[in-house]
């Protein structure tokens, strides 16, 4: 069922095909049943007027015929009434349309004499008419249903009125039979029925072609798109007519050489922006060395400086070295963004790489306290080892001088293909909105943290982490504290495989 709600959403051609079947049908079905009831309405008024008026005629010709009779005796009177209604049946020859009844007469008590045709009882005459014609005059009919010489119900009219013989009120009823109009109308409905099926049949095909001719474009615009966004930006759709379909393809065309002509301006850009920063950093490296060079002999000799030339000797000093781990970190991120940037694979104990930056870390930030659990064992992995040293040195570093942390927990959590390690820290947090721009060049948190680095180690870390085929997530709250989690994958193959690793937390 849920297959079949999926292809029904993702299907267009179905859906307007269905919509069209379904509105064809009800569209059929209403028109139906208004010629339908307008076909029953004219023929049943046709045959009520006939009937009316036959009825009104054979009440004249028995009413005289019963005003010229003479009958001194009971059974004089029946015989006459029984030759009356022989008469009145014998008019219309063989092929007769209708019954009749004669009933009465109507002051008697007990059983009433019935005389009919057909096998006609009282019973099959609607009683409301039977009353309408024992208390009013003229003649009155109704539609009706009975079974007429022994056949299955068929629709009838029944048309009476009251006769007067010999001082005494007897009710004629003529009973009419409407089965050749029930034929007539069962032949137009059945060919209702089948116009309409094969109207709706012809109406689907329409809608198939119709259909087809407008989702064809734009099933062919989501394969081009699909083609454009995973990098074929020379695709384009087939422009065939004139009509609206043709706009929608040529603004569409029109729209992908807009996007193609942008991304190349910006491709361009980024990789002049790219040529620029990695020419810089190549240009000034030379230079900066020399500079490097006389300041370390100036401040070298700060001691036979006066003081404020002494100090100025040491910020310089200070200022270059930052400088130049300013220039190496652009290198590395141009030669990221070039693509040139290639591991060097090695059997790498994670376990023996943490404590030796741990232990780096706490000589070169004595008043921060870096705690190491899990690394009790060999844990090895397939890795670039500078490159690793380099995430978690910077990692460490970064919960040092940036968190105002005094403790640092750096934990290793191992699986069966993967090794989980987390750098922990209890110092200032981040929010949601900073979380998302940890990770970007030259971000930093806010002006409280501002101290001196060059804002390209988190956006390192990020892109070493990445060239490993590994994740790196960071989840923290305002109130103190931030976590970020690395998985590498123990062997080449299982890179990319990276997931939480739920293992012992440690204060």
């Known amino acids: ?66 005003d010229a009779a ?29 019954d009749v009844l004669l009933y009465g007469p109507l002051s008697a008590t007990g059983q009433t004499p019935v005389r009919s045709s057909g096998d006609l009882a009282i019973e099959d005459i609607p009683a409301d008419l039977a009353k309408q014609v024992g208390s009013d005059t003229g003649v009155w009919w109704r539609f009706h249903e009975l079974s007429i010489l022994g056949s299955a119900s068929e629709p009838v009219v029944v048309a009476g009125g009251r006769l007067s013989f010999e001082g005494e009120h007897y009710a004629l009823y003529y009973v009419f039979s409407l089965a050749e109009q029930q034929a007539t109308l069962d032949l137009v409905r059945d060919s209702l029925m089948v116009g309409s ?39 384009r759709m087939h422009v065939r007519t004139e009509d609206d379909i043709a706009r929608l393809s040529i603004s569409f065309n029109q729209m992908a050489e807009a996007l193609q002509a942008q991304i190349v301006r910006l491709e361009n850009l980024s990789q002049l922006q790219q040529r620029f920063v990695s020419d810089v950093s190549h240009e000034l490296r030379t230079p900066l060395t020399t500079v490097q060079m006389a ?3 100036i401040n070298d000799s700060r001691q036979d400086l006066e003081a404020p030339a002494a100090r100025a000797a040491e910020l310089l000093s200070a200022e270059l070295e930052r400088f130049e781990a300013l220039l190496s970190d652009l290198l590395d991120l141009s030669r990221f963004d070039a693509g040139a940037a290639r591991l060097e694979p090695d059997d790498v104990d994670v376990a023996a790489l943490l ?64 090794v989980s390690i987390d750098v922990r820290d209890t110092g200032i947090g981040l929010t949601s909105e900073q ?15 501002s101290t001196s680095g060059t804002g390209l180690g988190l956006a390192i870390v990020h892109e070493d982490v990445l060239l490993h085929g590994a994740t790196i997530q960071v989840t923290s709250n305002e109130s103190g504290g931030s976590t970020f989690r690395v998985v590498l994958g123990r062997t080449a193959q299982s890179r990319g495989r990276g997931h939480v690793i739920e293992g012992p937390t440690h204060e």
């Not at 076909?39 to 045959?47: D, K, M, P």
């Not at 979380?435 to 943290?449: L, N, Y």
């Open 70 to 98: 003479v009958g001194s005796t009971a059974e004089q009177k029946s015989r006459i009434l029984t030759q009356l209604v022989d008469t009145l049946t014998g008019t219309s020859g063989e092929e007769r349309t209708f």
């Open 355 to 418: 404590a030796r930056v741990c232990e780096r870390a706490a000589a070169a930030y004595p008043d921060c306290e870096f705690v190491l659990h899990g690394a009790d064992s060999p844990e090895f992995v397939v890795a670039d080892a500078r490159r690793l040293d380099r995430v978690f040195r910077n990692l460490c570093e970064n919960a040092a001088k940036h968190s105002g942390s005094d403790r640092v927990v750096v934990e290793l959590t191992s699986a069966a293909e993967t």
């Open 197 to 235: 099926a094969v109207l709706i049949v012809l109406l689907a095909g329409v809608a198939v072609i119709v259909a087809r001719q407008i989702v064809g474009p734009l099933k062919e615009a989501r394969q081009v798109a699909e083609e454009i966004a995973a990098g074929d930006l020379e695709r």
């Open 1 to 66: 069922m849920r297959n079949l709600t999926r292809w029904w959403r993702r299907s267009l051609r179905t859906r307007m095909v269905t919509q069209t079947v379904i509105l064809s049908i009800a569209m059929m079905l209403v028109v139906g049943w208004v010629l339908l009831h307008a076909v029953a309405g004219g023929l049943a008024e046709s045959r009520r007027s006939t009937v009316v008026n036959e009825a009104t005629s054979g009440m004249s010709r028995a009413q005289g015929y019963l």
């Open 295 to 297: 300041a370390q002999v």
């Open 435 to 449: 979380q998302a721009h940890v990770f970007e060049r030259f971000w930093r948190a806010d002006p409280s943290r």
